[in-house]
């Protein structure tokens, strides 16, 4: 990350803080860049090639690459969505994909009904119809949720650091038992930390789209493994998540693009979760410690959690969301 902070100002890899209105110098920008190339490297040393990790580097890699034009000449938003459902069936051709989802009130619910086989000379693809939508819906939900969390330095190589540990101490319980898995999820973590070192507030390097997508896109993969971790990766990511949900369906409801990015809408309002609690007076930091802090809570409390119990605690997210947003909202306007 040292030679980045030398190497990026020579090749002109700044950001431009005058476009948002911020009066500092430029900072290196984007460090995804580097974390694909870290994340490579590290992976085949450990992993060893394979179909499913040959598949994540190079879905890996097209998103890396275009979310890093996108942050030098900001492409249209179809063609970047059109882009993430790409890497997403590359993920589903590899194998990738959830067979079943534990029912929270006992049994299973099966994905695996409805199959398309398609042969290609020696080689067989079996695509599941509804094991893909689901794929492919929750790669676009986690990946777009840590892009949405870049809008304060340190959200989401923190937030990707305490995701990828929780899901490490998943993988090496007796229960689940997935050494590949902890393996994958620990040096998800460990890059992330590495980063985050440069990355917390007041940042020396900026992780852009490319590193923030790619984050999403590695805890999405991570979390669908063997169908094992959806419960648990929907704990650690419960507040981003429902922010983003949130913001959808508020956009939607104002008449303005849901993908259109921004920290306000068109009347000025913050939208975004971390946004608001900024305009309500917390600091960069102290919205950071918050937001780490409930992420850990509920990361911690999902390895002692059946399903059931993590059902409630999700339940539990959804409620504490409602009303920190309601409470900000009412404030701010008191304090108008």
């Not at 404030?331 to 108008?336: D, N, V």
Request: aromatic share 14%; net charge positive; hydrophobic share 55%.
């Amino acid at each position: 990350m040292t030679i980045a902070l030398k190497v990026f100002p020579k090749l002109g890899l700044m950001d431009k803080p005058e476009k948002y209105g911020l009066k500092r110098k430029p900072i290196p920008y984007p460090g995804g860049i580097i974390l694909y190339f870290i994340f490579f490297i590290l992976a085949l040393i450990f992993l060893g090639p394979s179909v499913k990790l040959i598949g994540l580097l190079i879905g890996g890699g097209i998103l890396v690459f275009v979310s890093f034009i996108d942050d030098r000449m900001e492409l249209p938003a179809w063609f970047r969505l059109l882009v993430q459902v790409l890497v997403a069936l590359i993920m589903i051709i590899v194998g990738i994909g959830v067979e079943t989802i534990t029912n929270p009130f006992g049994g299973y619910i099966a994905l695996n009904n409805i199959k398309f086989i398609f042969q290609f000379g020696e080689t067989t693809v079996t695509i599941m119809a509804l094991s893909g939508l689901f794929t492919v819906a929750w790669i676009l939900l986690i990946t777009n949720t840590m892009n949405w969390l870049d809008g304060i330095p340190g959200m989401a190589s923190g937030i990707t650091a305490i995701g990828g540990l929780t899901l490490f101490f998943l993988s090496i319980s007796e229960v689940v038992n997935q050494p590949g898995v902890a393996t994958l999820a620990i040096i998800v973590s460990m890059m992330a930390f590495a980063f985050w070192i440069f990355d917390f507030y007041p940042p020396k390097i900026i992780i852009g789209d490319s590193g923030s997508m790619f984050f999403g896109l590695l805890l999405a993969v991570i979390a669908i493994f063997s169908g094992g971790k959806i419960a648990t990766a929907f704990l650690i990511l419960g507040f981003p998540i429902l922010d983003a949900i949130y913001v959808i369906v508020y956009r939607i409801y104002k008449k303005q693009a849901p993908w259109k990015g921004g920290e306000w809408d068109k009347y000025r309002k913050a939208v975004h979760l971390h946004h608001r609690m900024l305009q309500f007076g917390f600091s960069e930091r102290q919205v950071l410690g918050m937001i780490y802090l409930l992420c850990a809570i509920f990361g911690v409390t999902a390895l002692f959690l059946g399903t059931q119990g993590k059902f409630w605690a999700i339940i539990i997210i959804a409620f504490l969301t409602l009303v920190i947003s309601l409470v900000l909202r009412a404030k701010g306007k008191r304090r108008k």
